[in-house]
């Protein structure tokens, strides 16, 4: 990221790597690096750099989340797998007390019961779910406006 400009952390969860293979019914046909190319494109026209990141690893994802504190203006997060189980991620978000935006490919509220529950988004500045990789457009918008003003 460019110390001269503001900048978003984007960190994806588990499975996220197999977007658009994995599911296509629930998830759809875009890639990760689709996703990605959505946000970034986003963020540099709103003058803003974008670190996009992804690992199946919470550890992975707990250090690149300490990594931002100080750094980044904002985090888009899409926990996945993670959603309903990590009480880690939970604290490292607090913890590194930044305005956060959940995100999410499906609309979890359509699915089985468990999913219904994050904990990321108990502190959560936003959630967008069931919007594709869209989500990760908008959740862009909204921290370029939140920061912004």
Not at 3 to 12: C, D, G, K, T, Y
Not at 18 to 36: M, Q
Request: charged residues 20%; contains cysteine.
């Amino acid at each position: 990221m460019n110390s001269q400009r503001p900048s978003i952390l984007v960190v994806n969860g588990p499975n996220l790597n197999l977007l658009g293979l994995r599911e296509p019914g629930i998830y759809g046909h875009d890639t990760l690096a689709d996703a990605e190319k959505l946000a970034r494109d986003t963020a540099e026209a709103a003058g803003f750099d974008l670190d996009f990141f992804q690992s199946n690893w919470e550890g992975a994802i707990v250090d690149r989340l300490h990594e931002a504190r100080g750094v980044a203006n904002g985090i888009i997060v899409n926990p996945a797998g993670f959603t309903s189980t990590s009480i880690t991620l939970l604290d490292t978000l607090l913890a590194v007390s930044l305005p956060v935006v959940e995100v999410h490919v499906s609309n979890i509220h359509r699915r089985e019961q468990f999913r219904h529950f994050s904990y990321v988004s108990t502190m959560a500045d936003a959630v967008i779910a069931g919007c594709g990789i869209a989500g990760y457009r908008y959740a862009v918008d909204y921290l370029v406006a939140r920061t912004s003003s």
